[in-house]
Nanobody
Framework: QVQLVESGGGLVQAGGSLRLSCAAS????????MGWFRQVPGKEREFVAA????????VYADSVKGRFTISRDNAKNTLNLQMNSLNPEDTAAYYC??????????????????WGQGTQVTVSS
């Protein structure tokens, strides 16, 4: 069983930066693609960024491309999301996720079988 714990959320002013981290408990973490999603109350959870098992391939939502960077450290079982130039539309609960199977980076939410509890990011204007 994979356990994921996000950290690094908080309150930041527009234009600021935050770095989210996700610690995975399973040693098999490094074999699978991983991703970040976000959700605001009343809306569906939406894709933010994904990374392949090796870190060599990444995919981003158009809304965050050029501002967010996803990375992973398989030796430390950690997934990261560096968020720059934040704006109020980025306010959401952010979740990390691991694919059930598959090593690639994918936007498809249904591909992810394990989820963290989420960390809140609030961007003030």
């Amino acid at each position: 069983q994979v356990q994921l714990v996000e950290s690094g959320g908080g309150l930041v002013q527009a234009g600021g930066s935050l770095r989210l981290s996700c610690a995975a408990s399973a040693r098999t973490f490094s074999k699978y693609g991983m991703g970040w999603f976000r959700q605001v109350p009343g809306k569906e959870r939406e894709f933010v960024a994904a990374i392949s098992w090796s870190g060599s391939s990444t995919v981003y939502a158009d809304s965050v491309k050029g501002r967010f960077t996803i990375s992973r450290d398989n030796a430390k079982n950690t997934l990261n999301l560096q968020m720059n130039s934040l704006n109020p539309e980025d306010t959401a609960a952010y979740y990390c996720a691991v694919r059930r199977v598959g090593t690639g980076a994918t936007k498809a939410r249904e591909e992810y079988g394990y989820w963290g509890q989420g960390t809140q990011v609030t961007v003030s204007s």
